[in-house]
């Protein structure tokens, strides 16, 4: 599901380390980056729309237009929240904050939920997401309760695109 455009630093990506033969899309190898060791973890490939790639990390959408659930996965090799370094840790929760603020502000949510579990999908990610009384899984956490929703329309998606770029212009540096 993976969309969009990538790279406000395309030197921090490599798309030719990935040969076609190893059954990867040309558009999701385009994801994988140089730092060694680091790929997106396929289910958050097959669940989210790309909204942002940085060189510390991407900013994903998930598929569901249910609600607004933003997805921040740093590249790094930590697997918990606190593995990271503090400034790492930092910059992380500066975006986190900055999307907060959107979903509250822009977006009309009043609750926002912020979280890091790693259960099911073993990759470093902070998930925020906008919560309101009337969403499909209210008052119940989304993980595991959200049913099949809607799915995002492609101006739905360069929207969010623009209010990215707009509130994070540096990006997630």
């Known amino acids: 599901m993976i969309s969009g455009t990538?790279?406000?630093?395309?030197?921090a990506?490599?798309?030719?380390?990935?040969?076609?033969?190893n059954g990867i899309s040309s558009s999701v190898r385009r994801l994988f980056v140089t730092i060694e060791d680091w790929s997106l973890h396929p289910q958050l490939e097959?669940?989210?729309?790309?909204?942002?790639?940085?060189?510390p990390g991407v900013l994903l959408l998930h598929g569901n237009a249910s609600l607004h659930?933003?997805?921040?996965?740093?590249?790094?090799?930590?697997?918990?929240?606190l593995d990271l370094e503090v400034g790492e840790s930092?910059?992380?929760?500066?975006?986190a904050r900055v999307l907060h603020g959107h979903l509250k502000a822009e977006l009309g949510y009043p609750?926002?939920?912020?979280?890091?579990?790693?259960?099911?999908?073993?990759?470093?990610?902070?998930h925020v997401v906008g919560r309101r009384p009337d969403d499909?899984?209210?008052?119940?956490?989304?993980?595991?309760?959200?049913?099949?929703?809607?799915?995002?329309?492609?101006?739905?998606?360069?929207?969010?695109?623009?209010?990215?770029?707009?509130?994070?212009?540096?990006?997630?540096?």
């Open 69 to 81: 659930w933003f997805l921040l996965v740093p590249k790094t090799s930590a697997v918990d929240l």
């Open 46 to 55: 097959k669940d989210c729309h790309l909204l942002a790639a940085w060189k």
């Open 136 to 173: 499909p899984c209210w008052p119940a956490p989304v993980w595991g309760n959200l049913p099949e929703g809607p799915v995002y329309a492609e101006s739905e998606l360069a929207a969010l695109k623009g209010d990215i770029e707009r509130l994070l212009p540096s990006g997630w540096e």
């Open 111 to 126: 609750r926002v939920n912020v979280g890091a579990l790693g259960l099911v999908v073993p990759q470093l990610h902070l």
């Open 13 to 21: 990506f490599d798309p030719l380390a990935f040969a076609p033969e």
């Open 90 to 95: 930092l910059q992380l929760l500066r975006v």
């Open 6 to 11: 990538l790279a406000q630093d395309p030197a």
